[in-house]
């Protein structure tokens, strides 16, 4: 496995690290196989709280290596067409993955975060962003529509109408809008991105694990659901959370006047 995309870990709490800083981390054939491999093992892991999203150096990523997409050139049309079709159905794999895992993915983001990179961010379910963070769909520059589950998420997210601005005119815009328009969580200056991702990291992380893992399963199924099976999946949830040691602990901190210590059953 190469070192496009690393991963490490700090008890309960993995940290996959997009790795080609001098490329602005895009992505290329080689950080796709391994983003694929390392999130697949963070999502079988169940010993995880919470996954963090990264990128080194100054960047989270800048969407695909176009460099990469040039060597494409020479081939036929029906040739790129398979190509990209096979690259791409590989890509969404990773993506899969973080919809369906139970621990929260928190994005840590700085920089460019264009094409694959804002799908891949949008496919996070927090967001902590710097203050000079810019955004872009990117895929209207190169004659491409949205890869990643952009062109569903950002609808769920911005509505309809935003998503279209955002995908068919491709304008760049800043964190303070990205926060305005729900796309990002906090937005921090550069200096205090880690400290405030860490934050939010350790609340997680000291959480009752099986509520937030079924709270994040409720809102990732409810957008599929219709107001009843919502209503019986919470019931459902409710029901198994309160079987649990954390909710013992939960209701006796309460009354006891301290504050919990969650553990795992």
Known sequence: MNDTVLLSRDGPVATLTLNRPDALNALNPEMIETLVQHVATVAADDSLRVVVLCGAGRHFMAGGDIRSFAEKLSETPAERSDGFARMIGRLHAAIEHMHRMPHPVVARVQGACAGFGLSLMNACD???????????????QIGLTPDGGGSWWLPRLVGTRKAMEILLLSERFGAADALSLG??????????????????????????????????????????????????????????????????????AFVQKRTPQFGRD
């Open 126 to 140: 927090l967001v902590v962003a710097a203050d000079d963070s810019y955004f872009a769909s990117a895929y209207r």
């Open 183 to 252: 796309l990002v969580n906090r937005v921090v200056p550069p200096a205090e991105l880690d400290s405030a991702t860490n934050a939010l990291v350790q609340t997680l992380a000291a959480g009752p694990v099986h509520a937030t893992r079924r709270a994040k399963r409720l809102v990732r199924e409810s957008l599929s659901r219709t107001l009843s099976e919502q209503l019986e999946a919470e019931a459902a949830s409710f029901a198994a959370c309160a079987g649990t040691a954390d909710f013992v602990e939960g209701i006796t």
